[in-house]
T-cell receptor, first 113, second 114 residues
Framework: KQEVTQIPAALSVPEGENLVLNCSFT??????LQWFRQDPGKGLTSLLL?????REQTSGRLNASLDKSSGRSTLYIAASQPGDSATYLC????????????FGQGTRLTINP | KAGVTQTPRYLIKTRGQQVTLSCSPI?????VSWYQQTPGQGLQFLFE???????NKGNFPGRFSGRQFSNSRSEMNVSTLELGDSALYLC?????????????FGQGTRLTVV
């Protein structure tokens, strides 16, 4: 059974810092990995999709990497801003069994002005 | 291009009642998935539909059901509501849930059971 873990559960940093969020998964047989952002009480906003054949994806100040062999992904946020404050979730689509997104518990990020 | 639309945004129901939630996917998307989000359990998969067929179902009781129409819009129904069904219900749409496609979520329906 695929399990996704995100560390840390919460992170608070001053504005302007570069930071890394971690995601690990137990089964490397995945189709892809997707990073989402969720603001309080809202839905999920897709940030980046990394297909299983890719190593990384970039969008603006965000860069996500994927290492399937070690079951790890990182989301790098450069020059953090208060508007980046949100919960960040990673999810994988498994190959075996039900095609569904399996989510981690998320990292609650606070950027202090 | 319009995003995923979920209606209603908020619902308050009494124990024992039933409820129907609606999801309109992005135009052209044929896969619709439903997830339940609670503080204790996080995001859990309910079911996925593709071209009006339920392809996958999560580990939820039979009180939770759904369907998809020919225009890809989907509905989710919960019967005999329990207090523990209070949650944010999220719908995701994608072209097809496989390696090439990105999933996009709606704003969710906040269900409160009293």
């Amino acid at each position: 059974k695929q399990e996704v873990t995100q560390i840390p559960a919460a992170l608070s940093v001053p504005e302007g810092e570069n930071l890394v969020l971690n995601c690990s998964f137990t089964d490397s047989a995945i189709y892809n990995l997707q990073w989402f952002r969720q603001d309080p009480g809202k839905g999920l906003t897709s940030l980046l999709l990394i297909q299983s054949s890719q190593r990384e994806q970039t969008s603006g100040r965000l860069n996500a990497s994927l290492d399937k062999s070690s079951g790890r992904s990182t989301l790098y946020i450069a020059a953090s801003q208060p508007g980046d404050s949100a919960t960040y979730l990673c999810a994988v689509v498994v190959i075996q069994g039900a095609q569904k997104l399996v989510f981690g518990q998320g990292t609650r990020l606070t950027i202090n002005p | 291009k319009a995003g995923v639309t979920q209606t209603p945004r908020y619902l308050i129901k009494t124990r024992g009642q039933q409820v129907t939630l609606s999801c309109s996917p992005i135009s052209g998307h044929r896969s619709v998935s439903w997830y339940q989000q609670t503080p204790g359990q996080g995001l859990q998969f309910l079911f996925e539909y593709f071209s009006e067929t339920q392809r996958n179902k999560g580990n939820f009781p039979g009180r939770f059901s759904g369907r998809q129409f020919s225009n890809s819009r989907s509905e989710m129904n919960v019967s005999t509501l329990e207090l523990g069904d209070s949650a944010l219900y999220l719908c995701a749409s994608s072209l097809a849930l496989d390696s090439l496609t990105e999933a996009f979520f709606g704003q969710g329906t906040r269900l409160t059971v009293v």
